[in-house]
């Protein structure tokens, strides 16, 4: 088999990512079997029902897809490198920097691989329920936005990766790290938003302007750029109101998916 | 197979180090030529191979494989070596044909032929019939075997070799032996490091004494079988600290096991044993020994110091 498929087969075979994928679907598979009857009873419009259904799956994978980055880069690349394993690798002819960007796109792929078929999976429900299927520029916002999430928690991972020398070490430093950007974040933000009392546009702007600068939360800025909507429930009448223009995405992506990595192969080119 | 493995002012610090692991370390292993590498713990050995083996990066000076620098320019030096490490670690959930052929992918190695030649590979490093087995149960000496497989899979023109006889049955140390031996022949160039001397001293051409990330001396085998240095081997059964106390006045005493042992005496050994005799010492063998490896190499350390 190819050494490049290998990497790929391995970290799509991972026992971690498969069981976090497969809960993180039945999970949003329970909402979208509970929610859309249930809207469809009301007589929802379609739009209501799409929005229902994007969001809800944007919800759930956004905050369980960077655990799962996690976990394919810690299997794939930062295991090996902390318990030896990547020496094997290492003494071949392949340069230090190659061998981590094998790796990475090793995890991108697999990820990428996975969130096609969870969201697939999940559009093939909502026809059932629904008998049509999700906006298509939405299911390419949350595969763009899921995406994005995978990486940059799989390039952080690498990143401590490089940073620590212990596995353990870098166990828990991601699971802080997961923690930080996808529970306590809001919990800060919120404090921020109350203790300076602002509300409304002014709220969501902070919002945005916050979530710019968290990965766990691409997916939402993405998907409130698409649906013209905060979190379905505030409408978004105008982007610069609130702070959010496509060069913001594009920057916030872009630097998301490839800053941790970068800075990770700058270390593995220049120390041990 | 024509190889060269040149060290040049190699020093290496690590993160956060006070010490250097090696010190402005120049050797160099010419083709054909097994170097063997000895040294306590701590000597610099397994870091100046894995600065060998591309896995660490060196803090100054370079390391050269058939002339590639390994920095510089590493898959070309790579793609010359063979490494096996001390304590081999792999994917646990990997076969073992599945990650010889992984591994091989690096060089350039893929299609049935490959495939093929890896269970025959798997067969000469003793492991037929463990080809379907995955990693994670093999014993340290089968892990070994299996580096062992990895590092000739390329059929590399150098070899570094980490304490590749550590683990490793009778059968196995056998085996290493004589695929050194071949290696030789056929002009590879082999850097051995071991504890275990006199197998270093069976099979190098040259050895390498370190200590403290310094080189101390660097010894042929023909140097080490003309040796002039000479030490008493000497057995008291009765009065052995008189003896000690005399010996001690003609020269070095060092006690290795039942014996004591004088490196390099000033007196003959009839002198010695006359003197021993008339001091009431009951002596049971005594007996001069050409210096070996193992005398150097204490001795050696010892001056160093």
Same mark, same amino acid.
């Given at each position: 088999?190819?050494?490049?498929?290998?990497?790929?087969?391995?970290?799509?075979?991972?026992?971690?990512?498969?069981?976090?994928?497969?809960?993180?679907?039945?999970?949003?598979?329970?909402?979208?079997?509970?929610?859309?009857?249930?809207?469809?009873?009301?007589?929802?419009?379609?739009?209501?029902?799409?929005?229902?259904?994007?969001?809800?799956?944007?919800?759930?994978?956004?905050?369980?897809?960077?655990?799962?980055?996690?976990?394919?880069?810690?299997?794939?690349?930062?295991?090996?490198?902390?318990?030896?394993?990547?020496?094997?690798?290492?003494?071949?002819?392949?340069?230090?920097?190659?061998?981590?960007?094998?790796?990475?796109?090793?995890?991108?792929?697999?990820?990428?691989?996975?969130?096609?078929?969870?969201?697939?999976?999940?559009?093939?429900?909502?026809?059932? @329920?629904? !008998? #049509? %299927?999700?906006?298509?520029?939405?299911?390419?916002?949350?595969? /763009? +936005? &899921?995406? $994005?999430?995978?990486? *940059?928690?799989?390039?952080?991972?690498?990143?401590?990766?490089?940073?620590?020398?212990?596995?353990?070490?870098?166990?828990?430093?991601?699971?802080?790290?997961?923690?930080?950007?996808?529970?306590?974040?809001?919990?800060?933000?919120?404090?921020?938003?109350?203790?300076?009392?602002?509300?409304?546009?002014?709220?969501?702007?902070?919002?945005?302007?916050?979530?710019?600068?968290?990965?766990?939360?691409?997916?939402?800025?993405?998907?409130?750029?698409? @649906?013209? !909507? #905060? %979190?379905?429930?505030?409408?978004?009448?105008?982007?610069?109101? /609130? +702070? &959010?223009? $496509?060069?913001?995405? *594009?920057?916030?992506?872009?630097?998301?998916?490839?800053?941790?990595?970068?800075?990770?192969?700058?270390?593995?080119?220049?120390?041990? | 197979?024509?190889?060269?493995?040149?060290?040049?002012?190699?020093?290496?610090?690590?993160?956060?180090?006070?010490?250097?692991?090696?010190?402005?370390?120049?050797?160099?292993?010419?083709?054909?030529?097994?170097?063997?590498?000895?040294?306590?713990?701590?000597?610099?050995?397994?870091?100046?191979?894995?600065?060998?083996?591309?896995?660490?990066?060196?803090?100054?000076?370079?390391?050269?494989?058939?002339?590639?620098?390994?920095?510089?320019?590493?898959?070309?030096?790579?793609?010359?070596?063979?490494?096996?490490?001390?304590?081999?670690?792999?994917?646990?959930?990997?076969?073992?044909?599945?990650?010889?052929?992984?591994?091989?992918?690096?060089?350039?190695?893929?299609?049935?032929?490959?495939?093929?030649?890896?269970?025959?590979?798997?067969?000469?490093?003793?492991?037929?019939?463990?080809?379907?087995?995955?990693?994670?149960?093999?014993?340290?000496?089968?892990?070994?075997?299996?580096?062992?497989?990895?590092?000739?899979?390329?059929?590399?023109?150098?070899?570094?070799?980490?304490?590749?006889?550590?683990?490793?049955?009778?059968?196995?140390?056998?085996?290493?032996?004589?695929?050194?031996?071949?290696?030789?022949?056929?002009?590879?160039?082999?850097?051995?490091?071991?504890?275990?001397?006199?197998?270093?001293?069976?099979?190098?051409?040259?050895?390498?004494?370190?200590?403290?990330?310094?080189?101390?001396?660097?010894?042929?085998?023909?140097?080490?079988?003309?040796?002039?240095?000479?030490?008493?081997?000497?057995?008291?059964?009765?009065?052995?600290?008189?003896?000690?106390?005399?010996?001690?006045?003609?020269?070095?005493?060092?006690?290795?096991?039942?014996?004591?042992?004088?490196?390099?005496?000033?007196?003959?050994?009839?002198?010695?044993?006359?003197?021993?005799?008339?001091?009431?010492?009951?002596?049971?063998?005594?007996?001069?020994?050409?210096?070996?490896?193992?005398?150097?190499?204490?001795?050696?350390?010892?001056?160093?110091?």
């Amino acid at each position: 088999m190819n050494r490049f498929l290998y990497d790929i087969f391995r970290a799509l075979q991972n026992r971690g990512v498969l069981l976090m994928m497969c809960l993180t679907s039945l999970l949003c598979l329970a909402l979208l079997l509970i929610g859309l009857p249930h809207l469809m009873a009301n007589g929802d419009s379609s739009d209501v029902v799409n929005g229902f259904a994007v969001n809800g799956i944007g919800i759930v994978y956004g905050f369980f897809v960077p655990l799962t980055g996690i976990v394919a880069a810690y299997e794939t690349y930062a295991k090996d490198r902390a318990t030896g394993v990547l020496d094997a690798v290492l003494c071949r002819p392949v340069t230090r920097g190659d061998l981590v960007v094998g790796r990475f796109l090793a995890v991108v792929i697999a990820s990428a691989v996975s969130i096609a078929a969870a969201l697939g999976l999940m559009d093939a429900v909502v026809n059932i @329920e629904t !008998s #049509f %299927f999700i906006n298509p520029i939405d299911i390419a916002a949350l595969y /763009v +936005g &899921l995406l $994005v999430e995978a990486a *940059a928690f799989g390039g952080l991972v690498f990143l401590l990766a490089h940073v620590f020398r212990s596995a353990g070490t870098v166990q828990g430093t991601s699971t802080v790290v997961f923690v930080l950007f996808s529970i306590i974040w809001y919990v800060i933000i919120a404090v921020i938003i109350l203790y300076t009392g602002l509300t409304g546009p002014d709220a969501v702007h902070t919002l945005v302007i916050a979530d710019y600068f968290n990965p766990a939360q691409f997916t939402t800025i993405v998907l409130t750029f698409t @649906e013209h !909507s #905060f %979190f379905f429930v505030l409408p978004i009448n105008s982007f610069s109101a /609130v +702070g &959010l223009s $496509v060069g913001g995405l *594009a920057a916030s992506g872009l630097g998301w998916s490839l800053g941790p990595f970068l800075i990770t192969y700058y270390l593995a080119r220049k120390r041990d | 197979m024509f190889g060269t493995i040149e060290f040049e002012e190699l020093t290496k610090t690590y993160f956060g180090g006070k010490v250097p692991a090696v010190r402005g370390l120049t050797l160099e292993v010419s083709k054909g030529e097994v170097l063997g590498l000895v040294g306590l713990n701590g000597a610099g050995k397994t870091s100046m191979i894995r600065v060998g083996g591309g896995l660490i990066l060196p803090t100054s000076g370079t390391v050269r494989l058939n002339g590639f620098d390994i920095v510089e320019e590493k898959v070309k030096a790579s793609a010359s070596v063979g490494w096996v490490p001390e304590f081999p670690n792999f994917d646990p959930r990997a076969r073992a044909w599945e990650l010889l052929e992984y591994l091989g992918g690096y060089n350039g190695l893929s299609g049935p032929s490959f495939r093929a030649s890896c269970y025959s590979l798997l067969g000469k490093v003793g492991l037929a019939g463990c080809e379907m087995q995955r990693l994670g149960s093999f014993s340290q000496g089968m892990k070994k075997r299996f580096s062992l497989a990895t590092a000739i899979l390329a059929r590399p023109d150098n070899l570094l070799l980490d304490e590749l006889l550590n683990g490793l049955d009778p059968e196995g140390i056998r085996y290493v032996r004589e695929l050194i031996f071949s290696l030789r022949k056929d002009g590879a160039s082999v850097l051995l490091s071991s504890h275990i001397l006199s197998e270093v001293e069976n099979m190098a051409d040259r050895i390498a004494i370190l200590h403290n990330g310094r080189l101390l001396k660097v010894v042929s085998r023909e140097e080490l079988e003309g040796s002039t240095a000479r030490r008493l081997r000497v057995r008291v059964v009765e009065k052995e600290a008189d003896a000690s106390a005399y010996l001690s006045s003609v020269g070095e005493v060092v006690r290795e096991g039942i014996y004591l042992t004088v490196a390099n005496p000033t007196s003959e050994a009839w002198q010695i044993n006359d003197e021993l005799v008339r001091r009431g010492c009951k002596v049971a063998e005594i007996r001069i020994e050409r210096e070996d490896l193992e005398s150097l190499f204490f001795r050696l350390i010892h001056e160093a110091r």
